[in-house]
């Protein structure tokens, strides 16, 4: 539906206006599985260090790279007035990728402010920053840690000054890592998948038996199980396993079961009504896919996004506020997981499973009147990261993704002022859409992401208010 915004920034009139009033004028970004527009380039930190995983990585993913630009004292020219100009690309680039695992001292930061400084004037439409790095906890000294964690503020700020729909972003990898458990992250952050995914960092680790390269129909025949998935953004999350492959269950409450029911046939799922918080949740959804899957099926992923909200500052908050959304949005994730993290249960979760919560920047940065929903969206992200440690020799992993803000009905209800400010104030500066939660959560969920274990990755444009 077309809102205020939008309205102001499609209509060529209106569009003028807007400038004149200092508006952001957002760019429709580019999603899917499209690489960006142009070369990739490749530079490592320090110069000359013993690139290897990010250019496996690449090599593992038939992307071709080209050797960055930088800007160098000797590589620059001088122009017409004398003035000193960094080295420029001929053509508009599509992405600059940094290989800063071996950064060790200040000083090799230099050498990332180089490679950017030609790359960012170079950048095209829907371009990408991709710094990877090491995590400064892995490293063995004080100005490694410091130089890793150094990173973090030039994406988060690098991300801020992009425009045309372009993203930063850092991975953190592990001193065993290699470039095929880095692929699957790197073709996410390279593609439209992760439009509405900048300015953060995550961590990349090792995949217990090594990762393979992403395909085409990552879940092809395998159980996916969605929560809250009769519309919004749990509709596409659906939709999206689907067109990779998946036999999706849709789950969500009876007085949905309707609009339940047409998600399962346009995807050729399978529907199951069910409360949640009801006793014995956990148990329905293993005995629907024994049932309708065989006896020996077992889930590949589940997918907690059933949530609601009961907004009001804490002062005029009662115990039925606090537990209905506490319950539906943590409690219900909790319990579910006992069940199907519970080995010999059929129809539990695979021994290579995944599981993904959705949390919010809610939880990360809370909100003023929804002390109950950032209460239990920041549980998400407590429960995420306990677990994940718990069940990584099994080979499955725990993630969360933290949506902003996405267009839903969810965030139709909000007020039209304040609707209109969350939408706007973020790097992107536009909402977010179902699909761009969607993708980020399939990322995750894929088989060949075992390398990421115990994430929470925020889908929110950068937003400046949300984290
Ligand atoms: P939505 O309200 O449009 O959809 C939520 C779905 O969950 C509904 O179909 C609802 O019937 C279902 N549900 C609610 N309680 C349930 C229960 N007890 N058992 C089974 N199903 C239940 O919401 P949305 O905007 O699509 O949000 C999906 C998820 O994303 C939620 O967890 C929400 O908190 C989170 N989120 C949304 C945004 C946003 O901007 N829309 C931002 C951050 C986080």
Redesign the pocket.
Known sequence: MPNLFSTVTSNPVAKAVGKQLGLPQPVTLRRGRDLPTGDVVLGTAPVGAAGGIVADALAALGVPAVEALRDDPAARTTDDEGRARPPAYEQRIGAVVVDATAATTIADLEAVRALLRPALKGMGTCGRVVLVGTAPELTDATESAATQQALEGIVRSVGKELRAGATANLVWTAPGSTGADLASTLSFLLEGRSAYVSGQPWRVGTAPEGAAVPADSPFDGRVVVV??A?????ADIARVFARDGAKVVV???PA?GEALGKVANEIGGTALQ????ATGAGDRIADHVTHRYGPDARIHAIVH?????RDKLLVNTDEDRWGSVLD??LA?QFRINEVLLDKGRAGGLAEDGRVVG?A???GVAGNRGQSNYAAS?AGVIGLVRALAPQVADRGITVNAVA????E????GKIPLATREFARRFNSLQQGGK?VD?AETIAYLAAPTSGAVNGQVIRVCGQSQIGA
């Open positions: 929560t809250g009769a519309r919004g953004i749990g789950v969500d409450i949905s069910l409360d949640i918080t996004n059933a949530g609601i909200t539906v949005n219900a959705v919010s920047t809610s969206k949506p902003g803000f996405i839903t009905e969810m965030t179902p939660v």
